[in-house]
């Protein structure tokens, strides 16, 4: 045997073995929710059961928590996408020189630990109810407010990044095109910029609520009283705990999957539908410059 | 500014403004600047605030490096240790990573082709879509004394008493390289998928062994993605709570780990934000490092 | 209203770099004016200061006259083709078109009809539901052109607007772009830097050179009576010889070159003494038989010919040390000019122009 091959051979193996290492755990975990013994594990196996899935449904708390985040990641949506936007736009437009200290503020969120953010919000917010001498009722002092605006202080971040790599396939001549055909600029922004970066907006959209829903080193922080689903998982998780939260991860890697297949297929109709498009126009060249020949 | 009102009208310019202002002054600067003032102060209850009591004090920090002022010993030895095992144990972990991730990053980049390379992104991206948790969850039902491992090791015979990984910290360290695995590979792979694959071959044709032509081609292209990957590994890592409190032994206590204890159960907020404020800086030294080190901008690493 | 277009002594400056400096004129209404110069000259900021997208550093821009300063692009009269014509693809043909009627909020019906109408004019009838992605180069400068004469305006401008067309293409699209302007009427006001194009389509040129406006006129004017060294190198071939004004004789104005002393037409007035340039065309040449048929004389020798079907060109190399060019049309008994052979060459006083020293157009 060649040494190329057994160096291919290696290289094989190792891929094989990371992916092992990727997927083991979450098989694992996989089999353990569908294993009938009150601890989650898989060896021994008591043999199959379903129950720990109504079981999770069962569980008030964690609907609880479940309903939580996902108000909370509909409030992160509301916020980040569109201070997400305004900061990629001004990120375009802000003077050279500035244009490096801007960056560095509006990324830092992203290079911070996510308990700092937590923390940071927390006696932010907690000092300015102090200061404005709001009563415990009001939103300074709110979980789920808070929650949404920590979260956003780096998830902003995120969807800026996302927003700023489409505008720089935008070509701005098309704004310019559009006002001088009488547009007024809020007319621009949303009938130019907007369905252009309408792509962005739905990734920056589900990238907003998934960090969102899965976030907890800031969450745990500002929550307080309240609970989000990844508090109650976490509580549960370190108490050693029933295999329904195994449960809930195959129904996680379940939806996951139907949508990663989804998002796939999805491009893949989208990419056709160029390359067809690329066909007509050169269909259409050709058809034009028969006609110009007798011009000639 | 003139210019930025005429170029986007009365409307937009205000959104702009208002939304960029919004999220720089009450959500990023202000915060982190009352966190760090906060710190300095004493732990008062709010009645008292403003008080001739509230006043700046650096108690706090010396409490992280000298402990109470009544304790028998020199250092804070317990709050120390683990602060340089939470940096020390980040940095391995981002060098396992590293490791770990390079000659897949690699593999996809330049090596594996249209179709294949495409199912293995989504083979990537899959398991981190479970929750951070979970994740972690599914290492205690790997490592755990009754666990998979545990149970293969048994049957063969190669152990008869189960090895506690928890109190190891094994099953921790694992947890944390595979938890962070994905926000190695994607900078790398961003980065060696941008070099040229001729370049490559023409390494290749000179003669140069495989090792050389990734010590000096294919590395030197990446290190933006390299030294974006490895910052993120580190600071994620550093400033891990869910998998410590999961997968941490009973004892081994990780920096953050503190830190929510000083805003819970503590109760002793401006305490905690000094240990916060350590903790930021170390992230940032790390970063101005790799900076250096890579001499490269921060524009480079957070992309 | 009417829509004569003025610049009254225009200059735009970006930081400390000039890019137009004083220009000066006026454009009839239903005129189509032209102007035409290399690239970077400053074409694109003439037309932008025009269509609102940029204020003038010192002068005005009138339309109508009404000073549009402080007007904005959307306010007024102008339509602008951009040079990468920025339709929207996201946008169906129709939509692209009626885009301006949709922002001045005219009802769904109404576009779609108006759009039609503006699809048969630029023969693009029955494509509207098309994407623009669809289209070919051609036929989204068609629909580039129909969009901006939608929201009918007063003043049509047009960026380089052929320029990523193929050569076939473009001429068929030059008369098309004529044929456009005679049936809607408008003010055309046409940036290019390809003197072929502003040649046939205009009514009047300005030409251009460093952001100075060289010179105004018909297509005829720049380019038989060319009043700068630029204009007459930039517009059409044309033969230079550098030399000294030896004196000065009613219209023409005699001058010392390395060839002897050459005369030509003194368009600029020069007196003697002055450093000057006298250009001759390819086509003003010919061959002169036997003694003093022409007023002026060039010994030379060829160096190779070129047939080029209608006509014939010739490239001597001068005694006076320097390339010459000439072309003479194919009338059926041309001369053969064997490489080597010596040639006596000549012109007519008239059809030269001698001008003052100045920047010269490369090619
Ligand atoms: N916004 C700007 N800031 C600074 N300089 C500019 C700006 N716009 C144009 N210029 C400069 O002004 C000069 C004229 O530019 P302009 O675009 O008008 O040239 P043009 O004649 O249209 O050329 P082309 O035929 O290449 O389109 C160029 O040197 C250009 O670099
Ligand atoms: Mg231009």
């Not at chain 3, 000259?41 to 000073?67: H, Q, W, Y």
Request: aromatic share 10%; hydrophobic share 50%; net charge neutral.
């Amino acid at each position: 045997m060649s040494s190329q091959a057994i160096r291919k051979l290696l290289v094989s193996f190792y891929i094989v073995l990371f992916f092992l290492y990727l997927f083991t755990p979450l098989i694992m975990m996989g089999m353990a929710a569908f294993n009938d013994v009150e601890f989650p594990q898989v060896v021994p196996w008591a043999g199959f059961t379903l129950r720990w899935f109504p079981a999770l449904f069962a569980d008030a708390l964690m609907m609880e928590g479940i309903v939580n985040s996902i108000w909370i990641g509909i409030g992160v949506m509301a916020l980040s996408v569109p201070i997400g936007l305004a900061a990629a736009i001004v990120m375009t437009q802000v003077h050279q020189r500035l244009q490096t200290l801007y960056y560095t503020i509006v990324v830092s969120p992203v290079l911070m630990p996510g308990v700092i953010l937590g923390i940071s919000t927390l006696v932010f917010w907690d000092r300015l109810g102090t200061f404005m001498d709001a009563d415990y009722e009001s939103f300074y002092y709110s979980g789920m407010f808070l929650t949404i605006i920590g979260q956003s202080t780096f998830i902003s971040a995120y969807t800026m990044l996302i927003f700023l790599a489409r505008l720089q396939r935008f070509d701005r001549t098309q704004e310019e095109a559009a006002l001088d055909l009488g547009a007024s600029h809020v007319q621009v922004f949303w009938k130019v910029l907007i369905p252009f970066l309408r792509p962005a907006i739905f990734s920056a959209m589900g990238l907003a609520f998934l960090t969102s829903f899965e976030n907890y080193n800031t969450t745990v922080f500002t929550i307080q009283a309240e609970s989000t689903l990844t508090t109650v998982l976490a509580g549960k998780v370190r108490m050693g705990t029933q295999p329904d939260l195994a449960a809930l991860a195959v129904l996680i890697i379940g939806v996951t999957l139907v949508s990663a297949v989804a998002i796939e297929i999805a491009q893949r109709r989208e990419q056709r539908r160029e390359l067809a498009a690329k066909a007509e126009a050169a269909r259409a060249e050709r058809t034009m410059q028969a006609a110009a020949q007798p011009a000639q | 500014m003139t210019g930025f009102f005429q170029r986007n009208g009365i409307a937009i310019s205000t959104y702009l403004i208002l939304a960029v202002v919004f999220w720089v002054v009450l959500m990023i600067v202000l915060p982190q600047a009352y966190m760090l003032d906060f710190s300095f102060r004493n732990n008062l209850p709010p009645a008292k605030i403003g008080g001739p009591e509230d006043v700046y004090t650096l108690s706090n920090y010396r409490y992280l490096v000298f402990g109470s002022p009544g304790s028998a010993d020199a250092f804070n030895y317990l709050h120390l240790q683990v602060f340089l095992r939470t940096i020390i144990a980040s940095i391995f972990v981002t060098l396992i990573d590293f490791a770990l991730c390079y000659p897949i990053a690699y593999y996809i980049a330049q090596v594996a082709k249209g179709g294949f390379a495409r199912s293995m992104i989504l083979l990537l991206i899959l398991p981190f879509w479970v929750n951070e948790i979970l994740r972690a969850f599914s290492f205690r039902i790997l490592f755990g004394t009754s666990g998979v491992i545990n149970a293969v090791l048994q049957s063969l015979g190669i152990v008869d008493q189960p090895i506690d990984f928890l109190r190891a910290d094994v099953a921790l360290y694992a947890g944390l390289s595979y938890a962070y695995i994905l926000l190695m590979v994607f900078p790398l792979y961003n980065a060696i998928e941008s070099l040229d694959h001729n370049q490559i071959e023409a390494a290749r044709d000179l003669g140069s062994p495989w090792w050389r032509i990734h010590w000096r081609v294919v590395m030197p292209h990446a290190k933006p993605g390299i030294a974006s990957g490895c910052t993120l590994v580190f600071m994620l890592s550093a400033g891990a709570l869910a998998a410590p409190q999961i997968l941490g032994g009973p004892s081994s206590l990780w920096f953050t780990q503190i830190i929510y204890r000083w805003f819970n159960t503590g109760g002793n907020w401006p305490q905690g934000a000094a240990y916060a404020i350590v903790l930021l800086l170390a992230c940032l030294v790390f970063v101005l490092a790799v900076m250096r080190l890579f001499k490269i901008s921060l524009g480079e690493i957070a992309r | 209203m009417s829509a004569d277009v003025e610049l009254d002594h225009v200059t735009i400056r970006f930081g400390e770099f000039t890019a137009v400096k004083d220009a000066n004129l006026k454009i009839e209404d239903g005129e189509f004016f032209s102007f035409l110069g290399p690239s970077g000259c400053g074409k694109t900021t003439i037309l932008r200061a025009v269509s609102g997208f940029l204020e003038p550093s010192d002068g005005e821009v009138r339309i109508g006259g009404k000073n549009m300063r402080g007007i904005g692009p959307n306010k007024r009269p102008t339509a602008l083709i951009f040079q990468n014509l920025a339709l929207f693809p996201l946008m169906s043909v129709a939509d692209n078109i009626a885009f301006g009627l949709e922002v001045r909020g005219v009802g769904k019906a109404e576009r779609r009809k108006r759009a039609d109408e503006l699809l048969d004019l630029i023969a693009l009838d029955g494509q509207g539901d098309k994407k623009v992605g669809e289209l070919s180069g051609g036929q989204k400068q068609r629909v580039a052109i129909a969009r901006a004469l939608a929201v009918e305006p007063k003043v049509l401008l047009l960026d380089e607007p052929l320029s990523a067309l193929d050569l076939k293409l473009r001429q068929h699209m030059r008369t098309e772009l004529r044929a456009i302007q005679q049936r809607v009427g408008i003010t055309f006001i046409y940036i290019t830097h390809d003197q072929g194009e502003a040649l046939t389509m205009s009514d009047r040129i300005a030409v251009m050179s460093q952001g100075v406006v060289q010179q105004i006129g018909t297509g005829s004017e720049v380019y038989e009576n060319s009043q700068t060294a630029f204009v007459a190198s930039f517009v059409g071939e044309n033969n230079p010889f550098t030399g000294k004004v030896a004196a000065v004789d009613g219209q023409h104005a005699l001058i010392d070159t390395s060839f002897g002393r050459l005369r030509g037409r003194n368009l600029r007035g020069l007196s003697a003494g002055s450093e000057a340039m006298l250009f001759v065309r390819p086509e003003s040449l010919g061959l002169v038989n036997g003694q003093g048929a022409a007023d002026n004389v060039i010994e030379s020798t060829v160096l190779h010919s070129e047939f080029e079907g209608s006509f014939f060109s010739v490239f001597l190399r001068g005694d006076g040390g320097k390339d010459i060019v000439m072309s003479m049309t194919n009338s059926g008994n041309l001369p053969e000019f064997h490489e080597g052979a010596a040639a006596r060459v000549g012109f007519r006083a008239d059809r030269a122009v001698v001008l003052p020293v100045g920047e010269v157009a490369d090619e």
